[in-house]
């Protein structure tokens, strides 16, 4: 394997650890906030609760890290400003618009959830 493929498999690699953590993130989020979790003892609300703030930053790490794969990947020509601007990718333009703006919808809401306890 050449090293010319590392970005395009890092960036594919975090990509879908990345889905998947943010699947669990939702998971256990509407777990906690859903009225049957107090007819199931099991898991614990404090566990489910840890296992929710720890996929938070773990998502976070994964996203960024398939953001820099994908803009040090020569072969995918997103570049930086493919990465920021919806839109101004030359690879799959939709798709990678469509990934810049969940990036940022998703760090609005992290950030009004980090912050909903001080308003």
């Given amino acids: 394997m050449s090293t010319q493929m590392l970005p395009w498999i890092l960036g594919r690699g975090l990509g879908i650890a990345g889905y998947l953590s943010l699947f669990g993130l939702t998971a256990f989020g509407l ?10 003892s099991k898991p614990a609300p404090e566990t489910v609760l840890r296992v929710h703030a720890v996929l ?3 998502t976070l790490v994964l996203i960024v890290g398939h953001v820099i794969a994908l803009v040090l ?14 839109g101004g990718s030359s690879y799959r333009p939709l798709a990678v618009a469509l990934g810049t703006l969940s ?3 998703g760090a609005i809401v992290g950030a009004t959830a980090a912050l909903a306890g001080r308003w």
């Fill in 103 to 105: 990036l940022y919808f």
């Fill in 31 to 40: 777990w906690l906030r859903h009225p049957w979790r107090i007819r199931v």
């Fill in 73 to 86: 990947d020569r072969y995918a020509g997103v570049g930086w400003l493919g990465a920021v601007a919806p």
């Fill in 56 to 58: 938070a930053p773990l």
